[in-house]
């Protein structure tokens, strides 16, 4: 499928990347896997599909690498750095360094030196969310009452541990139903979130 192809419980060692990339000659893909270190190298030169205007490549060897931190960018005609449009998470060189280790730990460093713009960040190895309430039975929709949410305004901690440990407040209120505003990647760490960058990606902030 599009995007970033990865099942950690089957098949840890590999991940299947394709972008869809019309009008396009060619895609490497460079990052921090298989001593790259973020070289335009033909080892990663993406395959082709011409008829569906997708290139595509499996990296495999994940079993071996030194952190569980797979971090890439596309190259497109060996000029345009881009991620991932489907990242679920992405490094940020110009708002990362404002996030605290207490916000979001264990943020990669930066490859300042090395590339520039948003890098996918696909972290391996991580064990499947284990659902708390499996029973959950939503309210009829004519009896929904909602209350819109954005995040860094409802607490001063400005998290989703936040929100959980206040609902009992929202409850209070009368309220059934939580509508957050945009958690998506978007251009700086304050905001409503209605510019996203990448609309897959949670914003660390």
Do not use: C
Request: proline residues 6%; aromatic residues 14%.
């Amino acid at each position: 499928e599009d995007g970033i192809n990865y099942d950690p419980q089957n098949n840890p060692d590999e991940i299947t990347l394709v972008l869809f990339a019309p009008n396009k000659n060619f895609v490497h893909v460079i990052g921090n896997f298989n001593g790259n270190d973020w070289t335009i190298n033909n080892t990663y030169l993406m395959n082709r599909e011409s008829s569906t205007d997708r290139y595509w490549i499996t990296i495999d060897g994940l079993n071996n690498a030194p952190t569980d931190d797979f971090l890439f960018q596309y190259v497109v005609d060996g000029e345009i750095n881009i991620a991932d449009p489907y990242s679920k998470l992405v490094l940020d060189n110009f708002n990362d360094p404002f996030i605290e280790d207490t916000k979001f730990p264990g943020i990669p460093e930066y490859p300042e030196s090395k590339t520039s713009q948003l890098i996918s960040w696909v972290k391996l190895n991580q064990a499947d969310y284990q659902w708390q309430v499996n029973n959950f039975q939503r309210p009829d929709q004519e009896n929904l009452v909602i209350y819109e949410l954005l995040t860094r305004d409802f607490d001063t901690d400005e998290s989703f541990e936040a929100i959980i440990q206040r609902l009992d407040y929202l409850e209070g209120l009368g309220i059934n139903a939580i509508k957050l505003m945009p958690v998506n990647e978007f251009d700086g760490n304050i905001s409503w979130g209605y510019a996203p960058a990448l609309h897959m990606a949670l914003d660390k902030y």
